[in-house]
């Protein structure tokens, strides 16, 4: 007969399940083919960004910020144009900063002249300039610092750069508000080149995998083939079928657990994201073989066009995008324009090498559940022969609230008691949390072999629990 004193292990009385919960987020999403040209610093990107949609995550592509020539396309990567870009971004996206740096400015002007006025004698000079250096804003002036002033309020205004990557002539950055972005991790970056020789970046894309709260977004901003001759829509279709391929990202860590749905281990390719957006220039065009085209498109009769659109054909064939989504278009096509001016390349060239059928070039597609597309239009600048695109996204992010952890412990009878440990919190444990917890219920008998197996397996509990509601931060 067993021994009634023998210890029987602790057993889960009920599995521990994060509670979550979702919420609804804005994203705006752009892109643009700026033909190669760099941009000055009075270009004004505040109506193609759309401020008054209060979007919390801004991703934003970019085509040919340079010129695709043999010099960018094999010779050192030029960053010039996307610094400029980049600062045009932040200085649309945080106007605040630019009203306080001129305030701070002129506030130092005005130092400056009650400094000359006060110059009378060397004791007073000493003096301002030990209260100058003792100022906050001097210093912040000499270090090329700003700090916001307001409230919490005031800081969510604004936007903080998740991440930024250049590709030759490709170029994609992720802004998010400022009081989301330490709930955004694992941020990844792949490059796939699909242009000369089938690998050399004047073609390709850029993928930016990361994960907000407990949401994994990709963003996948192309350039494909270009061309309108009669099968160059099976080059792109297979520029696309090589990118879904080719991109890996990488994890930086063993994962604790092969789950697919374990929340610390961030997806592998583009398809494994919960939540995907493929934009960019991706050159379709419209099918040919028609001859009633361009009166089509002095009607502006877009719907009839539409239905000779290559990426709609292909996509009803299943041959690219199967399962993918994308809005109903109700805008002129975008590209190809004349320099600087309102009329397409088509209603103007003789040449018929030069003429240019005005296509729908430049697309914003997406694939995941918990996406819902509030609008979907194109900008009015005229700085490129590509008209800007954009699209106002609801997204919904799971995020974990609490979670309730139930053990039961069975002993003998020498040990008749049953240990329920209850842990609910709204936020995430610490590791100091569970590590008290733990040893806690082992206090009452520290020198007993059953508590210290008891207080063991509890830890391990608690520290998987913790595991899987682990608020993991980024800056």
């Not at 033909?35 to 109506?47: A, F, H, I, M, T």
Request: glycine share 6%.
């Amino acid at each position: 007969m067993e021994s009634s004193n023998r210890l029987k292990y602790s057993v889960p009385g009920k599995e521990a399940l994060p509670i979550s919960d979702t919420l609804d987020l804005r994203m705006f999403v752009g892109t643009w083919n700026v033909g190669g040209k760099s941009p000055d610093e009075n270009l004004d990107l505040r109506d193609w960004l759309k401020l008054s949609s209060r979007a919390e995550i801004f991703v934003i592509g970019f085509q040919e910020i340079i010129a695709l020539n043999a010099g960018n396309v094999l010779g050192p990567e030029d960053n010039g144009p996307a610094s400029k870009w980049l600062n045009l971004i932040h200085k649309a996206l945080n106007p605040k900063d630019d009203i306080i740096i001129e305030e701070q400015v002129r506030h130092q002007e005005e130092r400056s002249i009650n400094c000359k006025a006060r110059m009378s004698s060397v004791s007073k000079w000493l003096c301002l300039e030990e209260e100058l250096l003792e100022s906050e804003e001097f210093g912040d002036m000499i270090n090329n610092k700003v700090h916001r002033s307001g409230g919490d309020d005031e800081k969510k205004q604004g936007y903080c750069l998740v991440g930024s990557k250049q590709m030759v002539g490709i170029y994609l950055c992720v802004w998010v508000r400022e009081d989301l972005c330490k709930h955004v991790s694992n941020f990844k970056v792949s490059c796939v080149g699909r242009g000369i020789m089938g690998y050399l970046g004047n073609k390709g894309s850029i993928s930016i995998s990361m994960t907000l709260y407990q949401t994994s977004f990709c963003f996948v901003c192309t350039h494909l083939a270009s061309g309108e001759k009669d099968g160059d829509e099976v080059r792109r279709n297979l520029d696309v079928s090589e990118i879904l391929k080719k991109t890996k990202f990488s994890h930086s860590f063993k994962p604790l657990s092969h789950h697919h749905d374990n929340p610390l281990l961030s997806p592998e390719t583009i398809l494994k994201h919960n939540k995907i957006i493929w934009l960019g220039d991706l050159n379709y065009r419209l099918a040919s073989g028609y001859d009633d085209t361009h009166e089509l498109l002095k009607k502006n009769d877009w719907h009839s066009l539409l239905e000779r659109d290559q990426l709609r054909i292909e996509q009803r064939g299943g041959r690219v995008f199967k399962e993918w989504k994308e809005g109903k278009i109700y805008f002129a096509p975008t590209y190809k324009y004349l320099d600087n001016s309102d009329q397409y390349v088509a209603q103007t060239s003789k040449s018929k090498e030069n003429r240019r059928t005005p296509a729908w070039c430049d697309r914003i597609l997406w694939k995941g559940e918990g996406i819902e597309q509030l609008w979907y239009v194109r900008g009015e600048s005229k700085f490129s022969d590509h008209r800007p695109v954009y699209s106002l996204f609801s997204v919904q992010v799971d995020y974990l609230k609490c979670e309730k952890l139930i053990t039961t412990t069975t002993t003998s009878s020498s040990f008749a008691t049953t240990t329920t440990s209850e842990i609910s919190r709204s936020s995430c444990l610490s590791r100091s949390t569970i590590t008290n917890a733990a040893l806690s219920s082992s206090s009452s008998s520290s020198s007993s072999s059953a508590a210290k197996i008891q207080a063991g397996e509890q830890l391990l509990l608690l520290t998987r629990a913790h595991q899987s509601c682990v608020d993991v931060g980024f800056g």
